[in-house]
Nanobody, 120 residues
Framework: EVQLVESGGGLVQAGGSLRLSCAASGFTFADYAIGWFRQAPGKERERVSCISSSDGSIRYADSVKGRFTISSDNAKNTMYLQMNSLKPEDTAVYYC?????????????WGQGTQVTVSS
């Protein structure tokens, strides 16, 4: 059974940092594109970052470039999202996900989500 479990969300002031973690089981990280997307109320789902399964290249949404860093520990099937210089517009539920391709990240497996709230 495929499972992804996020943790590390919370309430933080603007300018602060959070580190999200995602523990995965039931599949091999290296075989999938893995990443994070977020969903804020009234907004479209946004792919935040993704690591390609084919070449390990990393992609970021323009809205988070230079502030967020994705990483993974394939030996532990764990993925992280370091979020710095957080802004109120980063407030959303963050989901970790795995799929065949980064372009299809939200169509694959994903966890229950973790809430990130950034106060101004």
């Amino acid at each position: 059974e495929v499972q992804l479990v996020e943790s590390g969300g919370g309430l933080v002031q603007a300018g602060g940092s959070l580190r999200l973690s995602c523990a995965a089981s039931g599949f091999t990280f290296a075989d999938y594109a893995i990443g994070w997307f977020r969903q804020a109320p009234g907004k479209e789902r946004e792919r935040v970052s993704c690591i390609s399964s084919s070449d390990g290249s990393i992609r970021y949404a323009d809205s988070v470039k230079g502030r967020f860093t994705i990483s993974s520990d394939n030996a532990k099937n764990t993925m992280y999202l370091q979020m710095n210089s957080l802004k109120p517009e980063d407030t959303a539920v963050y989901y970790c996900a795995a799929s065949a391709y980064c372009s299809a990240l939200t169509l694959g497996y994903w966890g229950q989500g973790t809430q990130v709230t950034v106060s101004s």
